[in-house]
């Protein structure tokens, strides 16, 4: 019986290995994809044991060579596509697998799939009124400041950030029955502590009336607005408070979109251009010139502050960064 299990293990890895030099061809359409898995003669008899996610091979096309081509064409809503939102890209991933023995089992091969687009015009998460974060009123306004999760669909479902990954951070104002308002992130920084005092620790993140400074030493960035009223900022976690509670302190602030200046700006570091940015009108840009020395307000448009638009201290925590090479390193919450 011994002798038996280790001539299908041996099998098995065999098959493995021939599938693995297989020809696997992905061209990835709109709403679909087209895949081509070219399988050797051996394989033939198990191409019911192939599978994208959990879908067989649509069809199976013998070749004169004796292999055969196993074709995958199904639509992302089938086969349990996975969809992802990462940045300004929308992706879909699923897996090509061969599972010569029942799916309790291990696949012996797996292939991943993903196709990747530009985030599309006009997206709109679905949570404008979440149910988690923190939402403060103002003015009759309410705003709201949350973690989203990876693919940006949601509230995040744990606060334990790993090193170097990103926080998606969103802030919105709900308007109600105000003229359209641009929402903006003045100030943000991190502490160790839920309320800033004089002697807190902090580290800053945008300071200088709206220039995020994370996107100078790092990969943060502002994503493209879904609607002017909102805002994701994409941060990525560094190195502040290891093990400990971190809360970010934002000043967010409800503004008149027709009106930017140097202190009523949201503005990001392309480290391609090595310039900044102004997130609402890169035409603009020259607003963010500042960035680099002081941004003051112009006096006029300081006396108008108060009739243009509300600001709000909110603050979101705790989270807890965490270097993943750490062997301590805490549970998910």
Not at 77 to 84: E, G, I, N, P, S
Not at 146 to 167: C, D, R, W, Y
Not at 290 to 302: A, E, L, W
Request: charged share 20%; aromatic share 8%.
């Amino acid at each position: 019986m011994v002798t038996h299990l280790y001539l299908v293990v041996i099998i098995v890895a065999a098959f493995a290995t021939t599938v693995a030099n297989a020809e696997i061809n992905v061209v990835c359409a709109k709403d679909s994809v087209s895949i081509t898995w070219r399988i050797s003669a051996e394989l033939v008899p198990d191409a019911a044991r192939l599978f994208l996610g959990n879908c067989m091979p649509s069809q199976l096309n013998p070749l004169p060579s004796g292999e055969s081509e196993a074709q995958f064409n199904y639509k992302f809503v089938d086969c349990k596509f996975k969809k992802r939102m990462k940045g300004k890209r929308l992706l879909f991933q699923n897996e090509l697998t061969y599972r010569p023995q029942p799916r309790s089992k291990p696949a012996a091969f797996v292939y991943p799939i993903e196709c990747a687009f530009k985030r599309p015009e006009g997206w709109v998460p679905p949570f404008l009124n979440p149910g988690s974060g923190v939402s403060e009123g103002r003015g009759g306004l309410v705003f709201h400041m949350a973690l989203l999760n990876e693919q940006l669909t949601g509230i995040a479902k744990t606060n334990v950030i790993p090193l170097g990954s990103f926080m998606p951070i969103w802030a919105a104002v709900e308007q109600k029955s105000h003229q359209p308002l641009l929402l903006l992130m003045e100030e943000c920084v991190a502490s160790t502590t839920p309320e800033l005092q004089p002697g807190s620790q902090v580290h800053p993140i945008i300071t200088n009336k709206g220039c995020l400074m994370e996107s100078m030493t790092g990969n943060s960035v502002f994503l493209p607005r879904y609607h002017s009223s909102a805002v994701i900022l994409y941060l990525q976690s560094f190195k502040f408070g290891p093990g400990e509670e971190v809360y970010i302190h934002c000043k967010l602030v409800a503004w008149d979109p027709q009106v930017l200046d140097e202190s009523k700006k949201t503005c990001h570091y392309v480290q391609q251009n090595m310039r900044w940015e102004l997130l609402d009108d890169p035409s603009q840009s020259s607003i963010c010139s500042c960035c680099d020395s002081t941004c003051m307000s112009r006096s006029k448009r300081g006396v108008q502050s108060e009739s243009r638009g509300f600001s709000y201290n909110s603050v979101l925590g705790p989270l807890i960064i965490v270097d993943p090479s750490d062997s301590k390193t805490p549970n998910t919450a």
